[in-house]
């Protein structure tokens, strides 16, 4: 039997859970009060301004209730204001305050760097590979489970 940190998926979850770590703890080191959640969360409001809790969820990969309570956090330290949806009144309207969007800016540098530290030593070659690789995984799986 093939033990367990050979495998493929072991490795690949090691490096997501190492480069969170690592994202988070730079995050830290460079005095920002946000977590890597509270920062992803930030960018897809930004990205997509009317998304519905429940898309963000999607996109970012979290439960709904994670979400919720990372808005909420969000909300609590001032990086984003909620408030009731124009035409749907079982939403909220989630917009990014003056202190989210400057955070999001300082962070666009440093956040360009995490990601080429993490990678250093890689080839675009082998970088354009395994992204090739990872979407065939996600579109197997996707497939074998409808």
């Known amino acids: 039997m093939e033990k367990l940190n050979d495998t493929f998926f072991y490795n690949l979850e090691k490096a997501v859970k190492t480069y969170r ?6 995050l830290k080191a460079n005095g920002f009060d946000i977590t890597l959640d509270q920062w992803l969360i930030l960018n897809t ?4 301004p009317n998304i519905s809790q429940n898309e963000i969820a999607e996109k970012v990969f979290k439960d709904k209730a994670s979400v919720a309570r990372i808005i909420e956090l969000l909300v609590q330290n001032g990086f984003l ?4 949806h124009p035409t749907n009144r079982r939403m ?3 917009s990014i305050t003056e202190k989210g969007n400057e955070t999001i800016q300082k962070l666009s540098g440093l956040v360009q760097i995490f990601r080429k530290n993490a990678v250093l030593g890689i080839s675009p070659d082998a970088l354009e590979e ?3 690789i990872m979407k065939t995984i996600i579109a ?5 489970s409808d």
């Open 21 to 26: 770590q690592y994202f988070q703890n730079q």
């Open 45 to 48: 409001i930004i990205e997509n």
């Open 81 to 84: 204001t909620r408030s009731m």
């Open 92 to 94: 909220f309207q989630l």
């Open 130 to 132: 395994t992204q090739s």
């Open 140 to 144: 197997n799986c996707k497939n074998a």
